[in-house]
């Protein structure tokens, strides 16, 4: 590592949009940073980006940021802190152009740059689509920061890129070799765990009770000490809430990813690789991460309105619920029938919430969801509303609902489609307004494969078990991809790993998790970090904004297998 070149320190104060409104002015005030980022879309945010584009095409970015930096603009010009934030979603030069007129009215002197060329939508290569963006990377933003910029403002790029990007700026990093794309990959590591804001400081953290009560009450956001060398600390400023130590990153390394090639459009990253080591009090180094070439194409992330959705809970309560449920159901559907408006889909849950004998009223009582969705907004509005309240007075007893359905309202439908690197118009538009091309960099690129599975440790010897959840041993953390998800598992012991990597297969998991039996689940061995990665295909449909799935976006999916009961040797309990 080079002396001259002191290490980046950047920080996060945004996951996503809607995300603490004051961490913008915490991390400025908190302690000392170069950059500051901010993450506000997700496959989600893009489709409502889309949705206020149709009403405004002067809209179409994350307005919130506008409204943080109205407060904290004089607060970064004056400690010298860089903001790179991808806020700009579907009109980056709206959102720049907002900047500038902040910063006029403000009286601050501000050179604001933005990231375009990710917006493929006018191309018509993807007829029907909302939105249509590439996932650009981090060269865009290297621009910018060389051209001088104070603010960047970026579209679609990877979450990652709004670190890598300026860590490639502060070291000058060239793009060619093995040592590069080690350095770039471990700059991306470190932009996926900060990514997500608290979700590396305790937040959503499996093991939280382990720690004192209230550790967790305002997690600080997460900050990286980035190294020439591409190795990083991951910690806070001092004196905030949360934790960071190597189980917090862990559960964020392993965060919507898949297998051990973790691909972005700058580099694809052997997950396999990392090591975490913890570095003192609120501080873990990631190193040891190697780098490959990127994929030959780029992601594209695409939205379309599916339909109409719409959706009533009906409560059953006391005895014979899967009596009143299959009444109900029965009477619904024959509702449907005679109105000839049956909905295309139609989709039944019943939440066995209810306990025997209960003491209240609500403990005794089920949960029966319906969704219905379908193209035509009639079929999911009225025919649904008008059969559930014509019931009132001729169902099952104790016949109600949690709340009357409404008209029904268009959800989205998220896919992922692939184009060539070469087919993207990145473009940096500089602080002075000169658009500069961001070439394709030079160099190899690799077709995404997956790895040879390592060779697992050697089985703990028998010995006594006792029937007990995997929670008590195991910390997970789960995520969605579209219509996919993931869980990833891990555990702090070696003893641990030598028991989970040999227990916790494909078929176990089916088992413990009877919603994937059907499903096509892969899973990913990841030594270093003593994990595996599970993915699991279409457990979620169409994506988050269809909402087919009582957890859309599979967050609780892990918390589901750390509850289920296994043998484990007494041993590590």
């Known amino acids: 590592m080079s002396a001259a070149i002191r290490p980046l320190r950047i920080g996060n104060a945004s996951g996503f949009y809607g995300d603490r409104f004051d961490a913008m002015r915490e991390m400025l005030t908190d302690g000392p940073l170069d950059v500051l980022t901010g993450d506000y879309l997700a496959e989600l945010t893009m489709l409502i980006l889309g949705r206020d584009r149709l009403k405004d095409p002067g809209r179409g970015y994350a307005r919130t940021f506008v409204r943080q930096l109205e407060e904290c603009l004089g607060l970064a010009v004056e400690r010298g802190v860089k903001i790179v934030a991808n806020a700009g979603g579907l009109h980056p030069a709206g959102l720049a152009d907002a900047v500038r007129e902040l910063a006029d009215r403000l009286g601050i002197a501000v050179a604001v740059a933005h990231v375009e060329g990710d917006d493929l939508l006018a191309t018509g290569r993807f007829p029907g689509a909302l939105t249509a963006n590439a996932y650009l990377g981090g060269a865009g933003i290297t621009a910018c920061l060389e051209a001088g910029a104070d603010i960047v403002v970026t579209g679609r790029v990877t979450d990652a890129a709004l670190v890598s990007g300026p860590a490639a700026w502060h070291f000058g990093w060239a793009h060619e070799g093995q040592a590069a794309y080690d350095r770039l990959a471990g700059a991306v590591v470190a932009g996926h765990v900060l990514e997500c804001g608290t979700q590396a400081t305790g937040g959503n953290y499996a093991h939280f009770t382990a720690h004192a009560p209230g550790a967790f009450l305002r997690p600080g956001f997460p900050l990286a000490e980035i190294h020439e060398d591409g190795s990083a600390v991951i910690t806070k400023h001092p004196g905030t809430g949360g934790l960071v130590d190597p189980g917090t990153v862990t559960a964020q390394l392993l965060y919507e990813t898949g297998g051990a090639r973790y691909a972005g459009p700058d580099v694809t990253v052997r997950l396999d690789s990392v090591r975490l080591d913890a570095d003192g009090p609120d501080r873990v180094r990631v190193h040891g991460v190697r780098g490959e070439a990127p994929p030959p194409t780029l992601k594209v992330g695409l939205n379309r309105l599916g339909g109409f959705r719409n959706e009533v809970v009906l409560v059953l309560t006391g005895l014979d619920i899967e009596e009143k449920a299959a009444l109900v159901r029965a009477q619904m559907e024959d509702a449907f029938t005679r109105a000839k408006s049956a909905p295309e889909h139609v989709r039944w849950e019943l939440s066995r919430t209810d306990r025997p004998d209960a003491g209240t009223e609500e403990t005794a009582s089920a949960l029966l969801r319906l969704v219905v969705r379908d193209r035509r907004e009639e079929a999911v509005g009225r025919a649904l509303s008008g059969a559930a309240v014509e019931l009132a007075l001729g169902s099952y007893p104790g016949f109600h609902v949690t709340a009357p359905p409404g008209k029904g309202a268009p959800y989205g439908v998220f896919e992922a489609a692939h184009v060539p690197r070469a087919d993207i118009p990145h473009l940096a538009v500089l602080p002075d307004g000169e658009r500069r091309p961001v070439p394709v960099p030079d160099g190899d690129t690799r077709p995404l494969a997956p790895v040879p599975a390592p060779e697992l440790p050697e089985p703990l010897p028998p010995g006594p078990t006792r029937r007990a959840p995997l929670g008590l041993v195991a910390g997970a953390r789960s995520g969605d991809k579209g219509g996919d998800a993931n869980i990833g598992v891990w555990v702090a012991t070696d003893d641990a790993w030598r028991w989970l990597a040999h227990t916790l297969t494909v078929e176990?998991?089916?088992?413990?998790?009877?919603?994937?039996?059907?499903?096509?689940?892969?899973?990913?061995?990841?030594?270093?970090?003593?994990?595996?990665n599970f993915t699991?295909?279409?457990?979620?449909g169409e994506g988050v904004a269809a909402q087919a799935r009582f957890d859309p976006q599979a967050k609780g999916l892990g918390e589901w297998l750390r509850s289920r009961h296994l043998d484990i040797p007494e041993a590590l309990l």
């Open 508 to 532: 176990r998991l089916r088992e413990l998790l009877p919603e994937t039996a059907d499903l096509t689940v892969a899973r990913h061995v990841l030594p270093n970090l003593r994990a595996l």
């Open 536 to 540: 699991v295909e279409s457990i979620l």
